[in-house]
């Protein structure tokens, strides 16, 4: 029987009970890879034709990928350099591929006269600064002034954080993309006396058929996957009245909330994918198998 391993290192019961059901209505066997008992010197033996996705973030879980990984293995990694060689700054890279992302610094920790002169290229206050590692908004923040920043990046002794331009009036959105398509998306709202999003109580904001409702952004939040070689991200855009920008690709990334409230079988697509690469024909050297 073909196994689907699953590198966890929390209890998601959402997650973990849609990945069974998807194994079980498709004949595979779900083995969960609880990174607290780990064993580098004793990992499971993974074998061509199986299944590996991480839900977990961390250095360990990503080592611990790396160490489980084989070719003919599926994955949603898109070429072997990238699943060992991941970018810092990702918004460079699709910067550089022509999506549209905002105007950012990616290191804000910088002396005082250069923190002037980011200000100046960003257009002026308010900004954003992000500090790496949070969830859920947090690590996010904006500053109105020179003092406010200055203080900030004082208390950051150093942590790695961008600058950011602040897009006013912009809806925020997040896409679920596997493999080549767009699956499902959903708008969220402002917080009450906050400039972040949040999830939206409203059915309406949720949508099945994300590239019929709003194909730009479908199709950027596929652009953009594709761009970090990856085949499976949730996106996070903004979008406004005048443009609309890639925020950042967030892989691994919690997507049960868009399978709950669009419907869409996203644990489902996953697997066929990972199933779909798997059994594809072996690929040039330094690439993964693809369909």
Not at 228 to 234: C, H, I, Q, Y
Not at 279 to 285: F, G, K, Q, T, Y
């Amino acid at each position: 029987m073909r196994r689907f391993f699953h590198v966890c290192d929390r209890e998601t019961a959402a997650m973990d009970n849609l990945l069974f059901a998807a194994c079980e209505a498709r004949q595979i066997s779900y083995q969960a890879v609880w990174l607290p008992l780990f064993d580098y010197t004793d990992p499971p033996a993974l074998e061509a034709g199986d299944l590996l996705y991480r839900s977990a973030v961390d250095a360990h879980a990503h080592s611990a990928e790396q160490v489980l990984w084989k070719p003919g293995v599926g994955s949603f990694y898109r070429c072997e350099r990238r699943l060992f060689a991941p970018w810092s700054f990702p918004s460079l890279r699709l910067a550089r591929e022509g999506l549209p992302v905002p105007h950012a610094i990616p290191y804000a920790c910088a002396q005082r006269p250069v923190l002037r002169g980011y200000v100046g290229q960003l257009g002026g206050f308010p900004l954003i600064v992000k500090v790496s590692g949070g969830e859920g908004g947090v690590g996010v923040m904006q500053v109105d002034s020179l003092p406010g920043l200055h203080s900030l990046v004082d208390h950051l002794g150093g942590r790695e954080a961008q600058l950011m331009e602040l897009i006013p009036d912009a809806e925020c959105w997040r896409v679920v993309v596997v493999g080549d398509r767009a699956v499902a998306g959903y708008r969220q709202v402002p917080r009450q006396d906050d400039f972040r999003s949040v999830l939206s109580d409203v059915a309406e904001d949720y949508f099945a058929d994300v590239e019929a409702v709003a194909p730009e952004l479908a199709a950027l939040a596929v652009r953009a996957v594709h761009c970090l070689d990856l085949a499976f991200g949730g996106v996070d855009l903004l979008r406004s009245a005048s443009r609309q920008v890639v925020l950042e690709v967030n892989f691994p990334c919690y997507w049960p909330i868009a399978q709950e409230r669009t419907g869409v079988d996203v644990a489902g697509a996953m697997l066929d994918w990972l199933r779909a690469q798997a059994d594809a024909p072996p690929a040039p050297e330094g690439r993964t198998r693809t369909r």
